[in-house]
Each structure stands twice: as C-alpha cells, then as structure tokens.
Antibody, heavy 120, light 111 residues
Framework: QVQLQESGPGLVKPSQTLSLTCTVS??????????WSWIRQPAGKGLEWIGR???????NYNPSLKSRVTISVDTSKNQFSLKLSSVTAADTAVYYC????????????WGQGTMVTVSS | QSVLTQPPSVSAAPGQKVTISCSGS????????VSWYQQLPGTAPKLLIY???KRPSGIPDRFSGSKSGTSATLGITGLQTGDEADYYC????????????FGGGTKLTVL
C-alpha cells in the first residue's frame, strides 16, 4: 500500500526558503499512471494547490505562487520536494503531499501533513 | 474566495441523509471530473468520490456523488457521528492554466 510522508523544518524565518520533502513508500514514484502534488492549508481555511510534478520532471505551478515555487523529483530516492522562496507569515500552513490520478485528476493518497510556521 | 462554491455548513441527525452542493462554471465543473474529500478533525483529506460518482475501494456506499451541468453534489446516507468532518469538492479549471481547484469546504455536523 502506497504511503506518503512529508518531512522538513517546522519553523522558517521570513524571507527565507521553505523546503519540504515527500517520501513515497510501498510503491514506485515512477508509476506512469500518476503525478505528484503539493497542497497547503492555513489553519481554519481551505485547500490551496501549490503545484505538481511528473516523474519526467515536467512541472506545473499555481499561478499565484509560480514565481516562488520549485518542485523537483528524485526517482532514485522515491522522493519529490518543494521549495518556496521569500516566505512570509501568509505561507504559514499545513503542507500536504499527494498522489494524483493522471486521468480524472483526483488526489487519491495524501501524506499526513506537516505544519510549517513562518516566524522570526 | 474559492473558485468552487460550497455551503459553509450542513447538519442532520444520525441515520438521516444529507447532501452537500458544489457550484462552479463551464471552465471547471462543467467540463471536468469532480472529486470529493473528507477531512476529519486534525487529519489529512481522504478521497471519497472520484470521476463524479466513483468510490475508491473501502469507501462505503453510504457516500455517493453526482454531477449536473456546472454543479456537483455529495450525498451521505445513514449518517453516523463519525461522519462529522469537513468535506471538499475538487476539480480542474481550464481558465487557470488547467490547475486543480477546491471548494471552500463544508462542515458537516451530525446532531
């Protein structure tokens, strides 16, 4: 059974870069039927899609975050990563990684989420 | 302001049925599959419905989904206290560089 686990610092200073990694276990990240995404959720608010990556390395980002986001994949480690630069308090949220069906676009498996606070 | 519109809250008694609506436009719901997610307090979202009306393995048939035009609906029958959660609809929006979009979420209270 495929599982996803986010990891990374829980506290990031303003103007710095937030870096998170999602480790995929129980299956290969290179499966051709899925791509891999990051989503975030500020406390008490809804879900915001950050971006996605295919195992080919092709990426797409939310236009509202595009200038600050980089998503990469390391198939040898079965991991994909998120970097969000120039963070502010508005980037404080629970960050989730998820697997997404290529057909239909449903997010079928989610990581447990990791809380990231932006504060000095 | 979410691209997809959901009621902030719904409530019903145990054993009853409830529906949650999700309204969009031709650029999102009207031309793409809809999925539904359940988020229990303090946990990650969980896929309940995909491709408008399909249930992943392990999701009971008390949960159902439908779509008509630019709106979608999640139905839950035989309500249980364990169904108290936030529910989100999701789809793609072709007008936003084909990005996934979510509704604002609906808090279900089982009275």
């Amino acid at each position: 059974q495929v599982q996803l686990q986010e990891s990374g610092p829980g506290l990031v200073k303003p103007s710095q870069t937030l870096s998170l990694t999602c480790t995929v276990s129980g299956g290969s990240i290179s499966s051709g039927s899925y791509y891999w995404s990051w989503i975030r959720q500020p406390a008490g608010k809804g879900l915001e899609w950050i971006g996605r990556i295919y195992t080919s390395g092709s990426t797409n980002y939310n236009p509202s975050l595009k200038s600050r986001v980089t998503i990469s994949v390391d198939t040898s480690k079965n991991q994909f990563s998120l970097k969000l630069s120039s963070v502010t308090a508005a980037d404080t949220a629970v960050y989730y990684c998820a697997r997404v069906f290529m057909v239909g676009g449903a997010f079928d498996i989610w990581g447990q989420g990791t809380m990231v606070t932006v504060s000095s | 302001q979410s691209v997809l519109t959901q009621p902030p809250s719904v409530s019903a008694a145990p054993g009853q049925k409830v529906t949650i609506s999700c309204s969009g436009s031709s650029s999102n719901i009207g031309n793409n599959y809809v999925s539904w997610y359940q988020q229990l307090p303090g946990t990650a979202p969980k896929l309940l419905i995909y491709e408008n009306n399909k249930r992943p393995s392990g999701i009971p048939d008390r949960f159902s989904g439908s779509k008509s035009g630019t709106s979608a609906t999640l139905g839950i029958t035989g309500l249980q206290t364990g169904d108290e959660a936030d529910y989100y609809c999701g789809t793609w929006d072709s007008s936003l560089s084909a990005v996934p979009v979510f509704g604002g979420g609906t808090k279900l209270t089982v009275l």
